[in-house]
Structure formats: structure tokens, C-alpha cells
């Protein structure tokens, strides 16, 4: 009772096919791959830019940063 055998995960795959349908898995495999490659893409592009400091005429001040759409507000602790 410790592990499946292999007629097991085979009545597993034919009933999560019928269920789903092979176009769909097929969709399902290649987004999580295209996924999984965007993300690693994505990390080294940050590891390189994580290196370079940023200038400081793109960095923000408090008084640029604000916007009309912003609402500036303070928390508080309830007593």
C-alpha cells in the first residue's frame, strides 16, 4: 500500500486525459514552459542589472514621485 504500481498511474493518465483532453494538456505543457523560460530569462536579465546602480537622474524623489491619483495616508495602531 506504500507505492503505486505502474497500472495505476496508467489508469491515472487515461482518466485525467479523458477528462481534460490531450489539446489541453498540450496547451497546458507548452504555457508552463514558456512559463518556466520567461522566468529564467527574467532572473538572469535582473542578476545583470542588479550589478548596475541606478542613476540619479532616473531615481524619484518624495515630491516627483507623487501623483494626482495618489493618496497619501498614515497608519495607525489601534489603542
Same mark, same amino acid.
Given at each position: 500500500?506504500? %507505492? $503505486? %504500481?505502474?497500472?495505476?498511474?496508467?489508469? =491515472?493518465?487515461?482518466?485525467?486525459?479523458?477528462? $481534460?483532453?490531450?489539446?489541453?494538456?498540450?496547451? =497546458? /505543457?507548452?504555457?508552463?514552459? *514558456?512559463?518556466?523560460?520567461? $522566468?529564467?530569462? /527574467?532572473?538572469?536579465? /535582473?542578476?545583470?542589472?542588479?550589478?548596475?546602480?541606478?542613476?540619479? *537622474?532616473?531615481?524619484?524623489?518624495?515630491?516627483?514621485?507623487?501623483?494626482?491619483?495618489?493618496?497619501? =495616508?498614515?497608519?495607525?495602531?489601534?489603542?
Amino acid at each position: 500500500m506504500g %507505492s $503505486f %504500481s505502474i497500472w495505476h498511474w496508467l489508469i =491515472v493518465l487515461v482518466v485525467v486525459v479523458l477528462i $481534460f483532453g490531450t489539446k489541453k494538456l498540450k496547451n =497546458v /505543457g507548452s504555457d508552463l514552459g *514558456s512559463a518556466v523560460k520567461g $522566468f529564467k530569462d /527574467g532572473m538572469k536579465n /535582473g542578476a545583470d542589472s542588479a550589478d548596475q546602480p541606478v542613476p540619479p *537622474s532616473q531615481q524619484l524623489d518624495a515630491n516627483q514621485a507623487r501623483d494626482n491619483n495618489t493618496v497619501d =495616508v498614515e497608519a495607525k495602531n489601534k489603542v
